[in-house]
Structures are given as structure tokens and as C-alpha cells.
């Protein structure tokens, strides 16, 4: 059996309930013959030390990826030479997004992206599941790149309600298109962020319970809806003033760094944020 150490890892974090188990899925993109695709790797307890999937970057070294046309395998620990080996390769439909859902008319190859090294979310992970990225086929444009990274339905779920959030408000300058030099909402802003937040609901007929002040951003004096991963339609007559219920107290009790005049408007990198 031949194998390649072409590979890249990519994103993971997704443990997988067995009953013999806890495995954690990895997601690499494997490069043979200068052709990139996409395989998904189940890996055992056991074979690596406790912890190991939420260091930043890993550190465990993995096995050689036998080559062939699969997309899914696990890696287990050899009981013979006790050595981490890739094993089960199949290949499976994967959960993915429905296509029928895919409004927008423009199509990226994910293996010519081009990736940047930047801390979307402040919080050092750098995943390709949100990344900064530009791409030859958009003139080089640095865009917001956030994807289904695992094919699972919580990811999938999420990522949908993205895409029907985003085409719901296209053209109506409710979400981020491309946008240069943003901030974040300051405490005395919470009008504003309403007035946007019921916009959004007027508009687009969706509801947003993710509405912390951080998926609010600011441009000369106008405010912006991120993060569509929770919208969704109205369970209820009450869904959308729950919605601004919730608005008001993550304005109360969230931390702020109400800057004043020290906080200007080039604090933050503009980005395009689109679903492909």
C-alpha cells in the first residue's frame, strides 16, 4: 500500500460519541500527485496523550495517509508495534450542505485559496472554519472565509442558517459585504444595534438570538449584523421581542472598553464576509 506525508491538517475538535470511545474527527486536505482533496480522519482515545486535540497548533505527529480515492478512515494505535496507523479507509457520502441552498452566483475552488495568519476571533485558534483569506478568481481580495469544517449537523445546521441569513438581506445593507476600518459597538450604541436588530428581523423575517454586542460592528455611523450561525424563522409570536430582550441585556452585563474619543474606527480590519 503506498502512502504520502503531503498532508495538512486543516481543523478538527469534533469528538464523536461511541460506545467503545471518545475519537476525535480531524479534517486534512492530502495532496498526491499534485491533487488536493479532502479526508477525514477519526482518531481512537487512547492513541495520543489526554488533551492533545485542544493544543494550539497540535503537537502529535501523525502516521503517513495511504493514498487512493477514500475520503474517511480511522487511526487507531497498531497493537503490534504499538505504533498510530490510519486503517478503514472508505469512501462515504458526507454530510454537506444542501445545494438547492447555494444562491450565490459565485463559485471558489478551496484548494487556490490563499490563507492569511490573523486571529479572527481573538482567541489564537487559526482553523481554516473561520479564516482570512484572498483568492485569484476575486482579484486577490482579502475576504472572511467561514465554512462547514466537519461533516456533521451541528456544523451543517449552523452553516445553513448562515447562507439563508445572508441571501435573505443581500443588496440591503443590513449584514457585511465589504467593509474597511469597523468597530465593534460601544455601550451607548445599544439604540443603534436595536434599530439594526429590527431591521433585520423586518426585513428578513429571521431571528438572530446570537445578538451579543460582538456580532455588531460599526462603519460612519451605521451598524452592521455578523454571525447568521443561530438565525433562523420565528418559533413564535414572541421569538422576535425575546430577540431585543436579549439584545438589552447583553448590553447590561457585557464587557465593554467604551473607549470615548480614543476609540476610532481603523481599530478594526474591514473584511467581505460571503458563503460559498
Given at each position: 500500500m503506498s502512502t504520502t506525508n503531503n498532508f495538512e491538517l486543516l481543523s478538527g475538535h469534533y469528538e464523536v460519541d461511541t460506545n467503545v470511545d471518545q475519537r476525535v474527527m480531524l479534517r486534512f486536505a492530502v495532496t498526491v500527485d499534485g491533487k488536493q482533496t479532502i479526508r477525514y480522519i477519526e482518531v481512537d482515545g487512547g492513541v495520543y496523550p489526554e488533551g492533545w486535540h485542544w493544543e494550539e497548533p497540535i503537537q502529535v505527529e501523525f502516521p503517513p495517509f495511504p493514498t487512493g480515492n477514500w475520503n474517511k478512515a480511522r487511526l487507531s494505535r497498531d497493537p503490534r508495534s504499538g505504533q498510530p496507523y490510519i486503517w478503514n479507509t472508505t469512501r462515504v457520502n458526507l454530510l454537506g450542505i444542501d445545494r438547492d441552498l447555494l444562491w450565490h452566483s459565485r463559485a471558489i475552488e478551496y484548494s487556490r485559496l490563499v490563507?492569511?495568519?490573523?486571529?479572527?476571533?481573538?482567541?489564537?485558534?487559526?482553523?481554516?472554519?473561520?479564516?482570512?483569506?484572498?483568492?485569484?478568481?476575486?482579484?486577490?481580495?482579502?475576504?472572511?472565509?467561514?465554512?462547514?469544517?466537519?461533516?456533521?449537523?451541528?456544523?451543517?445546521?449552523?452553516?445553513?442558517?448562515?447562507?439563508?441569513?445572508?441571501?435573505?438581506?443581500?443588496?440591503?445593507?443590513?449584514?457585511?459585504?465589504?467593509?474597511?476600518?469597523?468597530?465593534?459597538?460601544?455601550?451607548?450604541?445599544?439604540?443603534?444595534?436595536?434599530?439594526?436588530?429590527?431591521?433585520?428581523?423586518?426585513?428578513?423575517?429571521?431571528?438572530?438570538?446570537?445578538?451579543?454586542?460582538?456580532?455588531?460592528?460599526?462603519?460612519?455611523?451605521?451598524?452592521?449584523?455578523?454571525?447568521?450561525?443561530?438565525?433562523?424563522?420565528?418559533?413564535?409570536?414572541?421569538?422576535?421581542?425575546?430577540?431585543?430582550?436579549?439584545?438589552?441585556?447583553?448590553?447590561?452585563?457585557?464587557?465593554?472598553?467604551?473607549?470615548?474619543?480614543?476609540?476610532?474606527?481603523?481599530?478594526?480590519?474591514?473584511?467581505?464576509?460571503?458563503?460559498?
Open positions: 490563507k492569511y495568519d490573523a486571529d479572527l476571533k481573538g482567541d489564537g485558534e487559526t482553523t481554516d472554519r473561520l479564516m482570512l483569506v484572498s483568492h485569484p478568481n476575486n482579484t486577490e481580495r482579502k475576504m472572511v472565509m467561514k465554512i462547514m469544517a466537519l461533516p456533521k449537523e451541528i456544523e451543517r445546521d449552523s452553516i445553513t442558517n448562515e447562507i439563508r441569513a445572508y441571501k435573505a438581506v443581500e443588496g440591503l445593507e443590513i449584514a457585511a459585504k465589504f467593509i474597511w476600518g469597523v468597530r465593534h459597538p460601544r455601550r451607548d450604541e445599544e439604540e443603534a444595534c436595536r434599530q439594526a436588530l429590527k431591521r433585520f428581523h423586518r426585513k428578513a423575517g429571521l431571528c438572530h438570538p446570537d445578538n451579543i454586542a460582538g456580532n455588531f460592528i460599526v462603519k460612519g455611523g451605521r451598524v452592521y449584523i455578523i454571525d447568521f450561525g443561530m438565525a433562523g424563522p420565528p418559533t413564535n409570536e414572541h421569538a422576535f421581542a425575546r430577540d431585543l430582550e436579549n439584545l438589552k441585556y447583553f448590553f447590561e452585563v457585557g464587557n465593554f472598553s467604551d473607549g470615548g474619543e480614543g476609540e476610532g474606527e481603523g481599530d478594526y480590519d474591514g473584511y467581505e464576509d460571503e458563503e460559498y
